[in-house]
Nanobody
Framework: QVQLVESGGGLVQPGGSLRLSCAGS????????MGWYRQAPGKERELVASSTRGGSTTYASSVKGRFTISRDDAKNTLYLQMNSLKPEDTAVYYC???????????????WGLGTQVTVSS
């Protein structure tokens, strides 16, 4: 079993910053691609940013230049630094990881339970 646990969410004023973390644990041989998604009330879940094991990153156009995704593969941890936050960034943020549990097993996709980010004055 693989567990992903997000942390770092909270209430912040517009223009503020937050740093989200996603720690992976359990049967992990290698984490391949990882990403942050978010879902606002009444909206579909959307990709915020993603990172391959090779270091390539992608960002949603709405967060480009404000958010930075990074990872520490030695700690099986993914981060999202969020700066210049806007009210429209309010959502539950979810971590997703493509995990190989052993050297021989195919990888599977796992999700965390999410962390709430609220941007409001």
């Amino acid at each position: 079993q693989v567990q992903l646990v997000e942390s770092g969410g909270g209430l912040v004023q517009p223009g503020g910053s937050l740093r989200l973390s996603c720690a992976g644990s359990g049967s992990i041989f290698r984490i391949n691609a990882m990403g942050w998604y978010r879902q606002a009330p009444g909206k579909e879940r959307e990709l915020v940013a993603s990172s391959t094991r090779g270091g390539s990153t992608t960002y949603a156009s709405s967060v480009k230049g404000r958010f930075t995704i990074s990872r520490d593969d030695a700690k099986n941890t993914l981060y999202l630094q969020m700066n210049s936050l806007k009210p429209e960034d309010t959502a539950v943020y979810y971590c997703n990881a493509d995990v190989s549990p052993t050297r021989w097993d195919i990888s599977s996709s796992y999700w965390g339970l999410g962390t709430q980010v609220t941007v409001s004055s």
